[in-house]
């Protein structure tokens, strides 16, 4: 069974930082393209930023410019560093292993004004 672990949430005020972590086991990590995806309350779940196996990286038009997203094979963990947070980037954040039905718990990122 595959498990996704993120971790690295928390609350924070707007213009702060965090780096969330989703580390990978029971796969075959540098196999695959790894996302980061969120919800808010009463909102779908959309797509922040994904990287392939390859090392392409996309991102959501609202987090360009401040969220990077990275990975590392040798730890089977992605990472998402997110700078410049506002009220709006409040969500539980999710790793997903993309084209596949694999998420993680989810962790929850809240920023205060």
């Known amino acids: 069974q595959v498990q996704l672990v993120e971790s690295g949430g928390g609350l924070v005020q707007a213009g702060g930082s965090l780096r969330l972590s989703c580390v990978a086991s029971r796969i075959a990590f540098s196999h695959y393209h790894m996302g980061w995806y969120r919800q808010a309350p009463g909102k779908q779940r959309e797509l922040v930023a994904s990287?392939?196996?390859?090392?392409?990286?996309n991102y959501a038009d609202s987090v360009k410019g401040r969220f990077t997203i990275s990975r590392d094979n040798a730890k089977n963990t992605v990472y998402l560093q997110m700078n410049s947070l506002n009220v709006e980037d409040t969500a539980v954040y999710y790793c997903r292993v993309e084209y596949t039905d694999y998420w993680g718990q989810g962790t929850q990122v809240t920023v205060s004004s």
């Open positions: 990287i392939s196996l390859g090392g392409t990286i």
